[in-house]
């Protein structure tokens, strides 16, 4: 899992901010693949937060695939409600960093 931890208030700040977003990504029936995961790490390059859609997966199958989806996408599962999925990953460089954490 990317070791990056974030505090509770540091989370909350983050869902806070993801209320707004559209979701960038929908995962559907083709599942995960690596052309999903190039266009993940490239959202998460350019903003940091990512909101990802679920379409047609039941609650247990959608845990499973966020935690799969943060191991292998180095990023953070920050929130779920329903049928989305918030994902975090802090930018490397500091100069180039859009989102502040408390």
Do not use: W
Not at 21 to 28: F, R, V
Not at 71 to 93: I, K, M, N, S, W
Request: glycine fraction near 10%; charge should be positive.
């Amino acid at each position: 899992m990317y070791d990056f931890p974030l505090t509770g208030a540091q989370k909350s700040h983050l869902r806070g901010l993801g209320q707004t977003l559209e979701p960038a990504l929908k995962l559907g029936k083709g599942g995960i693949t690596p052309a999903f995961f190039a266009e993940l790490q490239r959202l998460l390059r350019a903003h940091e937060l990512v909101k990802l859609r679920f379409l047609g997966a039941d609650r247990d199958e959608r845990a499973a695939l966020c935690n799969r989806i943060a191991d292998e996408g180095r990023c953070v599962c920050v929130g779920t409600v329903g049928h989305t999925a918030l994902f975090y990953r802090q930018h490397p460089e500091p100069a180039e960093r859009r989102i502040t954490l408390p």
